[in-house]
């Protein structure tokens, strides 16, 4: 086991790279971002059978009918969260599944709040991110439909399952300032969105198509 994996650990140094260079070409430009993606094995945050394919620009399965999301997307959406502000103190994700986007905003921003509705998979996500000694999260099984007030107002939420329509509660849990970044619509057709909170109402700017998993209600 261990030896398999530090034969993926071997050839992932080129394929990383090869990664991060699509990246690039997609238009992902913000340097910290591209670094850390190229330092964070993604492979580890697969099942051994698809670790090979970890660097390939593709959604991959996860288990439990859920896909981790494709590097571009996770780059994507990590630079629209960060654009907002040189520094995010509180964040909170919608839908840790792997923990792969989760480690990624971990070593961007000081502290993610993730939550997750199917347990079995964020037991998993919480022993990679311990593994890579990642302790700057927190997380929550719990449908993410209503946010995690515990710990709000966040000055960023970025949201890994598409809801047709953007659930009020995570609205009512940004600071003033603070964005969302949310995929919103149906099975059909989805929007990326930036949401940002203003004093008195919230900006929306409708971004490019994307397929995400449906945001489903309920805890499993
Ligand atoms: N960024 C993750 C994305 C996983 S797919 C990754 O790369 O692995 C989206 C995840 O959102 C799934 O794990 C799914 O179970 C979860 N999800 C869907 N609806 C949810 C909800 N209402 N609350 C919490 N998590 C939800």
Not at 84 to 108: H, N, P, W
Not at 134 to 147: A, E, I, T
């Amino acid at each position: 086991m261990i030896q398999s994996l530090q034969g993926i650990g071997m050839t992932s140094l080129r394929t990383r790279e090869r990664m991060i260079n699509r990246l690039m070409d997609q238009g992902i430009s913000s340097n910290k971002i591209l670094d850390v993606m190229r330092n964070t094995p993604r492979h580890i945050f697969m099942d051994e059978a698809l670790a090979s394919r970890a660097y390939e620009d593709t959604a991959l399965p996860i288990g439990y009918n859920q896909t981790i999301s494709q590097p571009y997307i996770v780059a994507k959406m990590t630079e629209l969260l960060l654009a907002s502000s040189d520094r995010l103190t509180k964040v909170l994700e919608i839908g840790t599944g792997c923990g792969y986007q989760t480690a990624i905003l971990a070593q961007l921003v000081d502290h993610v709040y993730s939550v997750e509705r199917i347990a079995p998979l964020q037991k998993k996500a919480k022993d990679r991110l311990w593994g890579l000694k990642l302790k700057n999260v927190s997380f929550l099984h719990s449908d993410g439909g209503w946010g995690w007030p515990d710990h709000a107002p966040y000055d960023g939420i970025l949201v890994a399952a598409a809801p047709p329509e953007v659930p009020v509660m995570l609205l009512q849990q940004m600071a003033v300032g603070g964005v969302m970044i949310i995929p919103v619509g149906n099975g059909g057709s989805q929007q990326l969105q930036r949401i940002t909170r203003t004093e008195n109402s919230y900006e929306v700017e409708k971004l490019e198509p994307v397929v995400f998993v449906p945001f489903l209600s309920g805890r499993k």
